[in-house]
Antibody, heavy 118, light 109 residues
Framework: EVQLVQSGAEVKKPGESLKISCKGS????????IGWVRQMPGKGLEWMGIIYPSDSDTRYSPSFQGQVTISADKSISTAYLQWSSLKASDTAMYYC???????????WGQGTLVTVSS | EIVLTQSPGTLSLSPGERATLSCRAS???????LAWYQQKPGQAPRLLIYGASSRATGIPDRFSGSGSGTDFTLTISRLEPEDFALYYC??????????FGQGTKLEIK
């Protein structure tokens, strides 16, 4: 069974760093792109970026380029999303999702809620 | 940048009725690159339709997708209580690689 399991909810202060994770199982992790999607409270879905774990080829949305870093460790089938300096506006639910053979996302993680507050 | 505009913002219908949700793109989108998702409160999105008209695994046949170019439609032929949720369209193209519509909320009348 394909599963993407994300790390737990985080509460951070502005200026702090954070790295959240997404562990894939039940399929060949290196053969599928993993994307990250933001959903701010009460808002819609925003695509942030995507990584191919086999070679770490990474693409970012212009809206998130330079704001976050996406990485992956194929040895443990895990993708990451990280911030070096969080802002209150980073408060959101973050989902990882597997890109299927075509450009759509067929499996999603359960989401990681990030709350940034002083 | 391709912008997806979904309409209506909210659709109020009763169980058993037919729902028609629209997704309009600011530029032509390949049929192969248009997908629809359903999201229920507190849950991650779920893939419903890919390639504009192909149902994802396990999706009931009351869900169907159609359209081409700049106009795409998600139709739910006969609404079940569990179908009341948020629906998003998504396209793949140039920068950004992916974008989503703002969503349509399907609520019980």
């Amino acid at each position: 069974e394909v599963q993407l399991v994300q790390s737990g909810a985080e509460v951070k202060k502005p200026g702090e760093s954070l790295k959240i994770s997404c562990k894939g199982s039940g399929y060949s992790f290196t053969n599928y792109w993993i994307g990250w999607v933001r959903q701010m409270p009460g808002k819609g879905l925003e695509w942030m970026g995507i990584i191919y774990p086999s070679d770490s080829d990474t693409r970012y949305s212009p809206s998130f380029q330079g704001q976050v870093t996406i990485s992956a460790d194929k040895s443990i089938s895990t993708a990451y999303l990280q911030w070096s300096s969080l802002k209150a506006s980073d408060t959101a639910m973050y989902y990882c999702a597997r890109q299927e053979r075509g450009p759509w996302f067929d499996y999603w993680g359960q989401g990681t809620l990030v709350t940034v507050s002083s | 940048e391709i912008v997806l505009t979904q309409s209506p913002g909210t659709l109020s219908l009763s169980p058993g009725e037919r729902a028609t949700l629209s997704c309009r793109a600011s530029q032509s989108v390949s049929r192969s690159y248009l997908a629809w998702y359903q999201q229920k409160p507190g849950q991650a999105p779920r893939l419903l339709i890919y390639g504009a008209s192909s149902r994802a695994t396990g999706i009931p046949d009351r869900f169907s997708g159609s359209g081409s170019g700049t106009d795409f439609t998600l139709t739910i032929s006969r609404l079940e209580p569990e179908d009341f949720a948020l629906y998003y369209c998504q396209q793949y193209g140039n920068s950004p690689m992916y974008s989503f519509g703002q969503g349509t909320k399907l609520e019980i009348k």
